[in-house]
């Protein structure tokens, strides 16, 4: 047989050719990889993605209309639709959500995973009216579990500690230390034990422990959400407020002290070897957004999109309830969280700081490429 002969393709042909191949190269580009190879997330019910769907809680959102804007329905996200950490997974560049730890398989892990439970709290005793929930200790150990399985699936510890290094963690606890424990007294002591400064101290230091367990496992690109305004919630609102629109100045004044002591503590954890701490101030983005919505594209800012009672805060959304119409108009979803508007606000800004005020001292777009 004898040899082939090649023949070049005709002009039009060659053209389409070419195209077709930057075409191939433009959705490459566009599309890219994630600025990170993993993100691992920790916090409460703003957070949670389905982990307490299976525990004896009440603290789950694994019924509509939970859900109703998202694409996989009810999945125990506390929100119309996504969380803040969807939003920010997405701007990282992630083609899928991070994954609720309690379903993630093992090569999930090397994504990421989230860890976070409703009612959690830095101390072991928060949320616990509301029965089982992972409290921050908790979801650390299930994070230790989950780097002992990367350490067998990367073959050892060195190449484990490389890969976390390069992840995204974001750590947001706190909240519920304030609504379901020290603004409870008929159920917690802490509001007798402590000032608001003193709980805040406790708190802190605790906090600070617990973060040192995520260094000392690999972190160190990480991000500590401060607790918003929760003295602006439907549900404080509706019990401690006159009018149902000022918010409980006793609450966000508590909370504040706590945020003011978190930027000393990233300050603190940035001094150790490789880490490189931020904070997000929520509370301060959610200020700025209090203080002009309709700048945001909202129109209701006191009242829950879904709930029962004065401003829609007695309660959480009831199983198959009727929520609002025009969800994108509303800040709170429930009488506790915010809808997906306001969430992809927060995750934004968290992203990529509107403000200097947003980030101390970088966003996560810069925390990625450090």
């Known amino acids: 047989m004898g040899r082939a002969t090649m023949r070049w393709p005709q002009p039009a042909l060659m053209l389409l050719v070419v195209a077709a191949r930057l075409a191939t190269v433009a959705v490459v580009v566009v599309r890219g990889e994630p600025q990170v190879p993993c993100y691992f ?17 009440l603290a789950r959102a694994n019924y509509p209309p939970y859900g109703i804007d998202f694409a996989g329905g009810a999945t125990g996200r506390f929100s119309n639709g996504l969380t803040t950490v969807d939003a920010i ?17 093992g090569d999930q892990l090397l994504t990421g995973v989230n860890f976070a439970s409703a009612a959690a709290g830095i101390r072991d005793e928060t949320g616990q009216q509301l029965g089982q929930r992972i409290s921050f200790g908790g979801q650390l150990q299930n994070y230790q579990a989950a780097v002992q399985q990367l350490v067998s699936i990367l073959g050892d510890e060195d190449s484990a500690a490389n890969h976390l290094s390069q992840c995204i963690f974001t750590v947001g606890m706190g909240s519920n230390d304030y609504l379901n424990n020290y603004f409870m007294p008929a159920v917690y002591s802490t509001s007798q034990q402590y000032t608001p400064a003193q709980y805040a101290d406790v708190l802190i230091d605790q906090y600070s422990q617990q973060v040192r367990t995520l260094y000392n496992y690999g972190a160190r690109k990480v991000a500590l959400m401060g607790v918003g305004q929760v003295g602006c919630s439907p549900n404080e609102l ?12 006793e609450i966000n004044g508590a909370i504040d002290i706590f945020n003011r002591k978190l930027v000393a503590l990233v300050d603190q954890f940035n001094a150790l070897p ?3 701490f931020t904070y997000i101030n929520v509370y301060g983005i959610f200020e700025d957004i209090l203080r002009a919505p309709g700048s945001h594209g909202l129109t209701v800012t006191n009242r829950g999109c879904c709930g029962v009672g004065r401003n829609n805060g007695q309660v959480t959304c009831l199983p198959f309830q009727t929520p609002c119409a ?18 992809v606000l927060v995750g934004r800004r968290a992203y990529s700081a509107a403000q200097p005020s947003d980030v101390h001292p970088v966003d996560l777009r810069t925390l990625a490429q450090l």
């Open 41 to 57: 997330v920790f916090g409460d019910s703003l957070v949670d993605n389905g982990n307490n769907n299976d525990i004896a809680s």
């Open 89 to 105: 997974s997405r701007l990282l560049g992630f083609d899928d959500y991070i994954p609720a730890y309690a379903g993630a398989s």
């Open 238 to 249: 509706a019990q401690h407020s006159a009018d149902g629109a000022t918010c409980v100045p």
């Open 274 to 276: 490789g880490a490189h």
């Open 326 to 343: 025009n969800r994108n108009e509303y800040l709170f979803w429930d009488a506790f969280h915010p809808t997906e508007a306001a969430n």
